[in-house]
C-alpha cells in the first residue's frame, strides 16, 4: 500500500518535554510539509521541504524543529518552547517541488493527522 | 486582505438541494488549484483539483476565474454524505489553504 502514516495517532505529554512526531511516506514525493490544524480553525503551515537536506519555514515555525535526512521521512519535534503544543499535527506530500507547471504534479495528499495533547 | 478566503458557514442545505462555496485568493499569480473535504476528526482528502477551464467530477463541479480570483465548488443533488467541511487550496510555492466552510445536509 502506498500512502503517508503518521504515528502515533494520540499522543499525550508533560509540559515542558520535547515531543517527535514522525511522517513517512512511500509515494517517491520529493515534497513534504507539517501544518497544525487547531479545533474550528483552518490549517497552518508549521515547516516544508522541497527536498531531502533541506526545508523551510512556514508560517508558524517558532518551538517547532524539522529534518529531512531521507525522502521518505519529514519528522517533526515540537519543543518546549512552542507555547500552546496541543492541536492536531497533519503531515501532507507532492509528488513534485513547488513551482512545477501542472496542477496534477502539485496534488497534496495527507496523513492521517497525530492529536497532541500537553498536559 | 487574506491570502485565501472562505464564507465559514455552516451551510445548512436540505438533501437534494445544490450548494455552492466560494473561495478568494489574493496572490494573481497562484499557479495551482484544489478542493479538499475534510471529515470530523479526520485528515483533508482531496476532493478535485481546479483546472483553468473548469472540470466536473460526477455530482461536483469546480471552476477557476482568474480575473476576479476566485475558485468555486458546486455540489449537485446533495447526499447526506457530502456533510463535512470543504477546504480550498491555492498553490504558488506551497499550498495556503482557506479555514474551510462547513457543510451540514439536512435530511
Known amino acids: 500500500d502506498g500512502g503517508i502514516t503518521q504515528s502515533p495517532k494520540y499522543l499525550f505529554r508533560k509540559e515542558g518535554q520535547n515531543v517527535t512526531l514522525s511522517c513517512e511516506q512511500n509515494l517517491n514525493h520529493d515534497a513534504m510539509y507539517w501544518y497544525r490544524q487547531d479545533p474550528g480553525q483552518g490549517l497552518r503551515l508549521i515547516y516544508y521541504s522541497q527536498i531531502v537536506n533541506d526545508f523551510q519555514k512556514g508560517d508558524i515555525a517558532e518551538g517547532y524543529s524539522v529534518s529531512r535526512e531521507k525522502k521518505e521521512s519529514f519528522p517533526l519535534t515540537v519543543t518546549s518552547a512552542q507555547k500552546n503544543p496541543t492541536a492536531f499535527y497533519l503531515c501532507?506530500?507532492?509528488?513534485?517541488?513547488?513551482?512545477?507547471?501542472?496542477?496534477?504534479?502539485?496534488?497534496?495528499?495527507f496523513g492521517p493527522g497525530t492529536r497532541l495533547t500537553v498536559l | 486582505r487574506k491570502e485565501v478566503e472562505q464564507d465559514p458557514g455552516p451551510f445548512n442545505v436540505p438533501e437534494g438541494a445544490t450548494v455552492a462555496f466560494n473561495c478568494t485568493y489574493s496572490n494573481s499569480a497562484s499557479q495551482s488549484f484544489f478542493w479538499y473535504r475534510q471529515d470530523c476528526r479526520k485528515e483533508p482528502k482531496l476532493l478535485m483539483s481546479v483546472y483553468s477551464s473548469g472540470n466536473e467530477d460526477g455530482r461536483f463541479t469546480a471552476q477557476l476565474n482568474r480575473a476576479s480570483q476566485y475558485i468555486s465548488l458546486l455540489i449537485r443533488d446533495s447526499k447526506l454524505s457530502d456533510s463535512a467541511t470543504y477546504l480550498c487550496?491555492?498553490?504558488?510555492?506551497?499550498?495556503?489553504f482557506g479555514k474551510g466552510t462547513r457543510l451540514h445536509i439536512l435530511p
Open positions: 487550496g491555492v498553490r504558488d510555492d506551497k499550498i495556503i
Open positions: 501532507a506530500s507532492s509528488l513534485n517541488p513547488p513551482g512545477t507547471s501542472g496542477s496534477s504534479y502539485n496534488e497534496q495528499f
